[in-house]
Nanobody, 119 residues
Framework: GKFVETGGGLVQPGDSLRLSCVAS????????VGWFRQVPGKGREQISC????????IYADSVQGRFTISRDKTVNTAYLQMSGLKPEDTGTYYC?????????????WGQGTQVTVSS
C-alpha cells in the first residue's frame, strides 16, 4: 500500500490550494495521517497531522491558522486545505501514516506533490 498525493501546482502568494492524499491498498482507519513538506537541502518537516481516534489535529507554527487538515474515511482520503500561501510554503508535500501524530514511525509515503508559490 501507499498514499497518492495530488493537487499541487504553481500559485501566487495569497492563493489557496487543496491537496489530496488517497490511501491505496489499505484503509485510513485506524491510522493518524500526517502531511509533510520537504525543501531541497532540508529535512522533511511535519506540518500537520490528524488523529483517527477523535479527528484532533496538530499544526506546525509556520502553517497554523492558514492550513486545515481533514479526512474523509468514506473515500479513504485525507486533505490539506492551504490558504494564504507564502513563498516559504514552496516545497514537495507528502503524506504518510502512523499510529499517532507524535513520534517518527511514519510509513506508506507517497511520491509527493509539488507546490510552488511565486509571483
Amino acid at each position: 500500500g501507499k498514499f497518492v498525493e495530488t493537487g499541487g501546482g504553481l500559485v501566487q502568494p495569497g492563493d489557496s490550494l487543496r491537496l489530496s492524499c488517497v490511501a491505496s491498498g489499505f484503509t485510513l482507519q485506524p491510522y493518524a495521517v500526517g502531511w509533510f513538506r520537504q525543501v531541497p537541502g532540508k529535512g522533511r518537516e511535519q506540518i500537520s497531522c490528524i488523529r483517527d481516534s477523535d479527528d484532533s489535529t496538530i499544526y506546525a507554527d509556520s502553517v497554523q491558522g492558514r492550513f486545515t487538515i481533514s479526512r474523509d474515511k468514506t473515500v479513504n482520503t485525507a486533505y490539506l486545505q492551504m490558504s494564504g500561501l507564502k513563498p516559504e510554503d514552496t516545497g514537495t508535500y507528502y503524506c504518510a501514516r502512523a499510529w499517532g501524530c507524535l513520534g517518527d514511525s511514519w510509513d506508506y509515503w507517497g511520491q509527493g506533490t509539488q507546490v510552488t508559490v511565486s509571483s
